[in-house]
């Protein structure tokens, strides 16, 4: 007996920002996604793969240092004394 898998429904979760820990990060801030999350409206997945774009390169995933220090000061409530203390941490290792 044949057995099948489908799927109906997407439903996305759009997570807030967050100064990370990764000890990878080898300029600038790191940056991670928090706990706290938005719920987008429930769509088909036909309408979804139709609306979605094409799927990223992997080169295109990395933020630049700049961009993500706009994101933190711009998207999260962490103070500008906290995001010298991280980048200057960052920059000693």
Wanted: aromatic share 8%.
């Amino acid at each position: 007996k044949a057995r099948r898998v489908s799927f109906d429904m997407i439903e996305v979760r759009k997570y807030e920002r967050a100064l990370g820990d990764n000890p990878f990060v080898s300029s600038g801030l790191p940056l991670t996604i928090g706990w706290r999350y938005n719920l987008c409206p429930k769509v088909s997945l036909d309408e979804y793969e139709m609306v979605r774009g094409p799927a990223l390169q992997k080169n295109q995933f990395r933020v630049p240092p700049d961009v993500r220090k706009q994101i933190l000061l711009e998207q999260t409530d962490v103070s500008h004394d906290t995001l010298k203390v991280t980048e200057k941490s960052v920059a000693k290792d």
